[in-house]
């Protein structure tokens, strides 16, 4: 399954932008709007992921904007492993009682842990609440791959991201060795991360390979 990534500035950008994609990301955090915005594309649509990074807003803000996503009919709501107890708590409360999704997520944007260390963080991933657990790391050798692949090995549901030009291969091997997902971008020039290819590349790539 490819999940597209989107990082539009507006509610009314977003929404033209989900028409034809069967499951997405809204990067809540790069685009400007209300609780009202928010709800209006979160109710209309319904395999989508609510995903607001540290950075534009505040804690406070961010959890007021999930929080109106999850109750509009949000698929998952992500949250960061590092975001404090109580945060965390809320957010995983909010979900169960929706019915909706939780992906505890955790990123390293300068390198791929050794691997006791990636299970530790998968294990610190479920122990929040997770019913996914995503790893995202950037992405140096062959090895670091390997290694996010590796986590796969796993009864647990996870997905694994290899951040930057030499991660793009777990972008099409996550799928076929057990990620529940992989994400994508919308087109070339609308990546939200380092790596990120056009969904519909994606998909031909994930084809071929496992039609090998």
Known sequence: ????????PTPEKCLVALKGIPFAEIRLDRMRTSEEGVGRIFSSHP????????????DARRLALLRTAVSAGAAYVDVEVEAGASYKRALVREARSAGCGV????????????????????????????????IACWVRSPK???????????DRAL???GLGKKGTMT????????????????????????????????????RMVADA
């Open 171 to 206: 972008r099409v091997m996550g799928p076929l060795a057990g990620a529940r997902f992989s994400f994508a971008s919308r087109a070339r020039g609308r990546e939200t991360a380092g790596g990120q290819i056009p969904h519909e590349a994606l998909a031909r790539l994930i």
């Open 144 to 154: 670091d791959n390997a290694r996010l692949i590796g986590l796969l090995d796993d």
């Open 47 to 58: 395999r989508l992921i609510a995903t607001c990074r540290p950075g534009r807003y505040t």
């Open 159 to 161: 997905v694994v991201v």
């Open 103 to 134: 992906i505890v997520s955790y990123h390293d944007l300068e390198r791929t842990p050794p691997r006791r260390e990636l299970e530790r963080v998968v294990g610190r991933c479920f122990a929040s609440g997770a019913d996914i657990a995503k």
């Open 1 to 8: 399954m490819i999940c597209v990534s989107l990082a539009e």
